[in-house]
């Protein structure tokens, strides 16, 4: 059974930073395409970035140059790095994994940023 879960969540200043991470369990990290979204409340769920397997990352024009996503086999575990935090990043965030045809995700980390 695959499973995805993220932590890091958290209340935080503008300006501020915050570290997500995704712990998966019944799949490999590594080996598939690792994404995050996140929503806010009465928004759509958007991208927030992607990393392949091999390691090529795409951000979202709002967040470049202040996310980045990184990823630690032996932990089999994703990190989302977020620098300069914004009142607008506040939003639940996702872990999403696609494998072959199937998506994974996780239930989500609330962050809060505080002007």
């Known amino acids: 059974q695959v499973r995805l879960v993220e932590s890091g969540g958290d209340l935080v200043q503008a300006g501020g930073s915050l570290r997500l991470s995704c712990s998966a369990s019944?799949?490999?990290?590594?080996?598939?395409?690792m994404g995050w979204f996140r929503q806010a409340p009465g928004k759509q769920r958007e991208s927030v970035g992607t990393r392949s397997s091999d390691g090529n990352t795409n951000y979202a024009d709002s967040v470049k140059g202040r996310f980045t996503i990184s990823r630690d086999n032996a932990k089999n575990t994703v990190y989302l790095q977020m620098n300069s935090l914004k009142p607008e990043d506040t939003a639940v965030y996702y872990c999403?994994?696609?494998?072959?045809?199937?998506?994974?995700w996780g239930q989500g980390t609330q962050v809060t940023v505080s002007s």
């Open positions: 999403r994994a696609v494998f072959g045809s199937t998506i994974y």
């Open positions: 019944g799949i490999i990290l590594s080996s598939n395409l």
